[in-house]
Structure formats: C-alpha cells, structure tokens
C-alpha cells in the first residue's frame, strides 16, 4: 500500500514533545486511518437511509452508488450505525 497525502491538524504543546515523537503520533494516526478508509469498513459501519423509498439498507452495491454520486439525491443519507 502507498503512503497517503493527508492534511492532519494536531494540536499540542510544543515543549512537551519533540519533533521525532509528533512525527511518529503523525504517522501512527496516518496509519489507523488507512486502515478503517476501505470500502469493506465502511460497509460494515455505514447504512444508506432513504426516505423517499422508506428503506434502510447496508448493502455494498447501494452503498458504493450513494458514496460515488456527484450529486446526492434529496432525502437520502448515508449514516454511520452508531
């Protein structure tokens, strides 16, 4: 897997760490957040809710199209299982 170009705003004290431990915090969060941004993770924790049909589903198929439109249909969203 190829290192990702991320932005990443992390705010700490500056005297309390020094450059090789913020560099390593970096690059651990860099590496979670490879990990849970698969299409299988978000399967398992997202559902499309649509209103206009009265339906929940977490199906893959559904999930990819509402996830990859430009333009989202109005009154359907995509929730997280929580």
């Not at 590496?31 to 009265?54: F, K, P, Q």
């Not at 199906?59 to 430009?70: F, G, Q």
């Amino acid at each position: 897997m190829k290192p990702v170009d991320r932005d990443l705003l992390i705010l700490l004290h500056e005297d309390r760490y020094t450059e090789q431990q913020i560099q390593s915090a970096v690059r651990q969060i860099s590496d979670m957040l490879s990990l849970i941004e698969t299409m299988d993770y978000l399967c398992a924790v997202m559902e499309v809710v649509d209103c206009n049909r009265s339906r929940i589903t977490s199906k893959r198929s559904v999930l990819e199209k509402a996830i990859s439109r430009k333009t989202h249909k109005p009154f359907e969203f995509i929730v997280h299982r929580n």
